[in-house]
């Protein structure tokens, strides 16, 4: 059986008295059978064919002794090659072999013209080969234009897949174009295309030219289909393909050019500068082995791996760490002194400490940072007095904010494991400041949470430890770094909610508040001329008296600190600046307290100490706030009832145990408290106790003396002195015992116009250790007995 057409033949003429027959010579009755493999021949079309079984080359030979003439039949099973009469189709095409070359192989190459459609009626023999007697099968053709339309669309669709086929010439097309034949073109592209034998021999066996067309016209759309999705999918593959082809040769071509030029490429260069400055950092030795053991990882990766730019990350993260950088300490303590005073009114403490830090860095120059947390109201300075010791140090400051921090990972950073790792606030920080020992603000150290994530306030635990800061241990760099000779300085509004481990680990230093006339001293040396700038005014523009700096104070501020102080003093300016700017104020514009009221509108604080205590069951008390002190009104009230107590103002389970205990007090010691009453007073009474500002919860035992006083007025009907406030715990004896926050508490009396506080006597130590300038004429009254609270405080 022969193989299929298409393959190349060598052509060889034959001698010129060997004329080929024509297609019109008679059709003989029988004919020899070429049996073709996976082929179909169309009649009009020229088929080359190689032939290579013994009987076929018995069959070339004998017709080419005679007619020439032989029948070309499709065999339904190709693997067979000696196929029967029952393996061949039925329909054949005539055909005349025009050349024939034989091939050093043995083998047979032939050019054979098809002629005519036949149809095999039966076979005569199949010895030497196959012989059939045949009966031509001619076409069935109507032309109309339904004819012409199948015609035309089977051209159209044709020259559509020729354009994109690579195996079919583009002499094909033309070839097509031109032929008017209907049947002749069904012919000439049902051989030219490359589909299913069986649907091949389906159109060679079609005999109604009409059908044949419309048949042909569905296998061209499906083959059209088919190629433009392949063209799709070619296309796609190429551009992918193109893509890393160019990317392939412009590397080719630029490292060419690095050559020429004597460079290196990108990613030797790159592994080159990390060399570099690996070697400039001057690590560690654990750090160097580190670094030189992930330089040598990024070496052997290509610059595309995931991997590849955490490695960099890492080894610039390395590098950027200051592990040998430090500033030297100006340990010069007139000139630290003189910094601090230019920055910060008071704070002598603080003062004293940082000054202290200096004289021993002088004789110990290797003794370990300052570990220090201020605590006080907001609005002292906590924050600004930790960029001026950095400034009187001559160190570098950073300051990291820790309020509402829940993670863990944020003190001591991701391990390298997770995308988009990056070291804890605490490394950061050090890169930023550049020194190995900077002045460390860790602000608002008070308010970190936790939470599923972690406790940042125990990973805080090693960074302010002394014993164990020096191997500090970062997740992210997994190296230890020294951070003994850093001064940490810690704010916190409030002691409580800091872990005891934690405070345990820092040297607390107390901000209190500031009394009039040390907001006065502040407002004109710092804020003043500050907010004069803010506002883009001039000092020649604009100019604060004391009345009116004290007006602000006393008649709009309510505060320890001084940050709404200056808020007003700024929207004063901003008021003055106005005028300048619409050409209304002429020269200096002098602010006296008048003129301050008249900006800043109605009065919003109040001296009610005066007016709250003219009836009889109102004492004033003192409260410790984490915004400073505050005055507390405690009021108490009779009527007619069997002795109920009733408590209210949002009070807190130990304040409200200190008001049954005052109560049990003065009941118990009614006959001293009011002679003139007889029987039991409270047996016929109920009394109401009830602290204002009901919104604000409070709690604590320092409200006891007030408590009772307030009571032994009720009992009494004798007023509490106007110009009196007291604090302290009261036992049920009637012992009077100490209590925290005086001096933030006597700030508060002070500026609510009190003249005298009682305070217990066990509190003489704390109150000696306020300066008498801060006082004002307060005067403090110590009593160890509750007794001698209501001779003071009662009229």
Not at 352 to 356: K, V
């Given at each position: 059986?022969?193989?299929?057409?298409?393959?190349?033949?060598?052509?060889?003429?034959?001698?010129?008295?060997?004329?080929?027959?024509?297609?019109?010579?008679?059709?003989?009755?029988?004919?020899?059978?070429?049996?073709?493999?996976?082929?179909?021949?169309f009649?009009?079309?020229?088929?080359?064919?190689?032939?290579?079984?013994?009987?076929s080359?018995?069959?070339?030979?004998?017709?080419?002794?005679?007619?020439?003439?032989l029948?070309?039949?499709?065999?339904?099973?190709p693997?067979?090659?000696?196929?029967?009469?029952?393996?061949?189709?039925?329909?054949?095409?005539?055909?005349?072999?025009?050349?024939?070359?034989?091939?050093?192989?043995?083998?047979?190459?032939?050019?054979?013209?098809?002629?005519?459609?036949?149809?095999?009626?039966?076979?005569?023999?199949?010895?030497?080969?196959l012989?059939?007697?045949?009966?031509?099968?001619?076409d069935?053709?109507?032309?109309?234009?339904?004819?012409?339309?199948?015609?035309?669309?089977?051209?159209?669709?044709?020259?559509?897949?020729?354009?994109?086929?690579?195996?079919?010439?583009?002499e094909?097309?033309?070839?097509?174009?031109?032929?008017?034949?209907?049947?002749?073109?069904?012919?000439?592209?049902?051989?030219?295309?490359?589909?299913?034998?069986?649907e091949?021999?389906?159109?060679?066996?079609e005999?109604?030219?009409?059908?044949?067309?419309?048949?042909?016209?569905?296998?061209?759309?499906?083959?059209?289909?088919?190629?433009?999705?392949?063209?799709?999918?070619?296309?796609?593959?190429?551009?992918?393909?193109?893509?890393?082809?160019?990317?392939f040769?412009?590397?080719?071509?630029?490292?060419?050019?690095?050559?020429?030029?004597g460079?290196?490429?990108?990613?030797?260069?790159?592994?080159?500068?990390?060399?570099?400055?690996?070697?400039a950092?001057?690590?560690?030795?654990?750090?160097?082995?580190?670094?030189?053991?992930?330089?040598?990882?990024?070496?052997?990766?290509?610059?595309?791996?995931?991997?590849?730019?955490?490695?960099?990350?890492?080894?610039?993260w390395?590098?950027?760490?200051?592990?040998?950088?430090?500033?030297?300490?100006?340990l010069?303590?007139?000139?630290?002194?003189?910094?601090?005073?230019a920055?910060?009114?008071?704070?002598?403490?603080?003062k004293?400490?940082?000054?202290?830090y200096?004289?021993?860095?002088?004789l110990?120059?290797?003794?370990?940072?300052?570990i220090?947390?201020?605590?006080?109201?907001?609005?002292?300075?906590?924050?600004?007095?930790?960029?001026?010791?950095?400034?009187?140090?001559?160190?570098?400051?950073?300051?990291?904010?820790?309020?509402?921090v829940?993670?863990e990972?944020?003190i001591?950073?991701?391990?390298?494991?997770?995308?988009?790792?990056?070291?804890?606030?605490?490394?950061?920080?050090?890169?930023?400041?550049?020194?190995?020992?900077p002045?460390f603000?860790?602000?608002?150290?008070?308010?970190m949470?936790?939470?599923?994530?972690?406790?940042?306030?125990?990973?805080?635990?090693?960074?302010l430890?002394?014993?164990q800061?020096d191997?500090?241990?970062?997740?992210?760099?997994?190296?230890?770094?020294?951070?003994?000779?850093?001064?940490?300085?810690?704010?916190?509004?409030?002691?409580?909610?800091?872990?005891?481990?934690?405070?345990?680990?820092?040297?607390?230093?107390?901000?209190?508040?500031?009394?009039?006339?040390?907001k006065?001293?502040?407002?004109?040396?710092?804020?003043?001329?500050?907010?004069?700038?803010?506002?883009?005014?001039?000092?020649?523009?604009?100019?604060?008296?004391?009345?009116?700096?004290?007006?602000i104070?006393?008649e709009?501020?309510?505060?320890?600190?001084?940050?709404?102080?200056?808020?007003?003093?700024?929207?004063?300016?901003?008021?003055v600046?106005?005028?300048?700017?619409?050409k209304?104020?002429?020269?200096?514009?002098?602010?006296?307290?008048?003129?301050?009221?008249?900006?800043?509108?109605?009065?919003?604080?109040?001296?009610?100490?005066?007016r709250?205590?003219?009836?009889?069951?109102?004492?004033?008390?003192?409260?410790?706030?984490p915004?400073?002190?505050?005055?507390?009104?405690?009021?108490?009230?009779?009527?007619?009832?069997?002795?109920?107590?009733?408590?209210?103002?949002?009070?807190?389970?130990v304040?409200?145990?200190?008001?049954?205990?005052?109560?049990?007090?003065?009941?118990?010691?009614?006959?001293?408290?009011?002679?003139?009453?007889?029987?039991?007073w409270?047996?016929?009474?109920?009394v109401h106790?009830?602290?204002?500002?009901?919104a604000?919860?409070?709690?604590?035992p320092?409200?006891?003396v007030?408590m009772?006083?307030?009571?032994?007025?009720?009992?009494?009907?004798?007023?509490v002195?106007?110009?009196?406030?007291?604090?302290g715990?009261?036992?049920?004896?009637?012992?009077?015992?100490?209590?925290?926050?005086?001096?933030?508490?006597?700030?508060?009396?002070?500026?609510?116009g009190?003249?005298?506080?009682?305070?217990?006597?066990?509190?003489?130590?704390?109150?000696?250790?306020?300066?008498?300038?801060?006082?004002?004429?307060?005067?403090f009254?110590?009593?160890?007995?509750?007794?001698?609270?209501?001779?003071?405080?009662?009229?």
């Open positions: 059986m022969e193989g299929s057409p298409g393959l190349e033949i060598v052509e060889a003429p034959f001698g010129e008295d060997d004329e080929a027959p024509r297609a019109e010579l008679p059709l003989p009755e029988a004919l020899p059978v070429l049996p073709l493999r996976d082929s179909v021949a009649p009009d079309t020229i088929t080359p064919l190689a032939v290579g079984q013994p009987r080359i018995k069959l070339i030979d004998d017709v080419l002794g005679g007619n020439r003439m029948v070309m039949v499709a065999s339904r099973d693997e067979k090659d000696e196929p029967t009469p029952a393996d061949l189709y039925q329909v054949g095409v005539v055909g005349v072999v025009e050349r024939m070359v034989k091939v050093p192989d043995g083998t047979l190459r032939i050019l054979v013209q098809a002629t005519q459609r036949v149809r095999l009626e039966d076979f005569v023999t199949d010895r030497p080969y012989i059939a007697r045949i009966a031509e099968a001619p069935e053709i109507k032309r109309n234009a339904e004819l012409e339309a199948l015609a035309r669309n089977v051209q159209r669709t044709f020259s559509e897949i020729v354009e994109q086929i690579p195996y079919l010439p583009e094909l097309q033309l070839a097509v174009a031109n032929i008017d034949d209907p049947s002749a073109l069904a012919h000439l592209i049902g051989g030219a295309l490359r589909i299913e034998t069986a091949k021999q389906e159109l060679l066996e005999v109604d030219v009409a059908k044949r067309l419309r048949h042909l016209s569905q296998i061209l759309a499906r083959e059209l289909e088919v190629v433009q999705l392949g063209t799709q999918i070619q296309s796609q593959v190429q551009s992918e393909v193109d893509k890393g082809q160019r990317e040769f412009l590397r080719q071509q630029l490292k060419a050019i690095q050559d020429e030029l460079e290196e490429d990108e990613g030797a260069a790159e592994v080159k500068e990390l060399q570099e400055r690996i070697e950092a001057n690590l560690p030795e654990e750090a160097r082995k580190a670094a030189d053991r992930e330089l040598g990882r990024l070496a052997k990766l290509p610059s595309a791996a995931a991997e590849h730019g955490v490695i960099r990350t890492y080894l610039e390395l590098t950027e760490l200051p592990w040998d950088k430090e500033t030297e300490d100006n010069n303590l007139r000139h630290a002194r003189k910094v601090l005073n920055d910060h009114y008071d704070l002598e403490d603080v004293e400490r940082i000054l202290e200096l004289a021993v860095r002088q110990n120059p290797q003794s370990p940072g300052a220090l947390c201020f605590v006080g109201p907001p609005g002292v300075g906590k924050t600004s007095l930790g960029r001026s010791i950095a400034k009187a140090l001559g160190r570098e400051f950073e300051r990291i904010s820790v309020g509402g829940r993670d990972a944020e001591r950073g991701h391990r390298r494991t997770y995308i988009g790792a990056l070291p804890g606030t605490i490394i950061r920080a050090l890169r930023d400041a550049g020194s190995r020992n002045v603000m860790i602000d608002e150290i008070d308010k949470g936790a939470d599923f994530r972690g406790d940042p306030a125990s990973a805080m635990l090693e960074v430890d002394p014993a800061n191997t500090f241990r970062d997740h992210y760099l997994d190296l230890s770094f020294d951070l003994s000779d850093v001064v940490f300085i810690a704010t916190a509004n409030v002691l409580d909610t800091i872990p005891a481990p934690l405070l345990d680990r820092m040297e607390t230093i107390e901000l209190a508040g500031y009394t009039l006339e040390e006065r001293h502040i407002a004109r040396n710092y804020l003043v001329g500050r907010q004069i700038a803010a506002n883009g005014l001039k000092p020649s523009q604009i100019e604060f008296s004391d009345a009116a700096l004290t007006a104070v006393e709009y501020t309510r505060e320890a600190g001084v940050r709404n102080l200056e808020r007003l003093i700024g929207t004063v300016c901003r008021k600046a106005r005028q300048v700017a619409e209304k104020a002429k020269g200096k514009v002098r602010v006296s307290a008048k003129k301050a009221r008249e900006m800043l509108g109605r009065r919003r604080v109040f001296a009610e100490a005066r709250r205590t003219k009836d009889p069951g109102v004492a004033t008390g003192l409260a410790w706030t915004a400073g002190g505050d005055v507390l009104f405690i009021e108490a009230t009779g009527m007619p009832g069997s002795g109920h107590l009733t408590i209210t103002g949002q009070l807190g389970e304040m409200k145990e200190s008001a049954q205990a005052a109560l049990s007090y003065v009941r118990g010691h009614q006959r001293e408290i009011a002679p003139k009453l007889e029987g039991d409270f047996a016929e009474h109920d106790i009830h602290v204002p500002a009901g604000v919860p409070k709690d604590g320092s409200a006891g007030a009772t006083v307030a009571l032994s007025s009720l009992l009494s009907g004798r007023a002195r106007n110009d009196v406030a007291m604090t715990e009261v036992t049920l004896t009637g012992k009077v015992l100490p209590i925290g926050g005086l001096k933030e508490k006597s700030l508060a009396a002070q500026r609510a009190i003249k005298r506080v009682i305070v217990p006597e066990r509190n003489e130590g704390d109150a000696a250790e306020i300066p008498a300038a801060e006082l004002g004429g307060l005067e009254v110590f009593v160890d007995e509750v007794s001698k609270a209501l001779d003071i405080a009662l009229s």
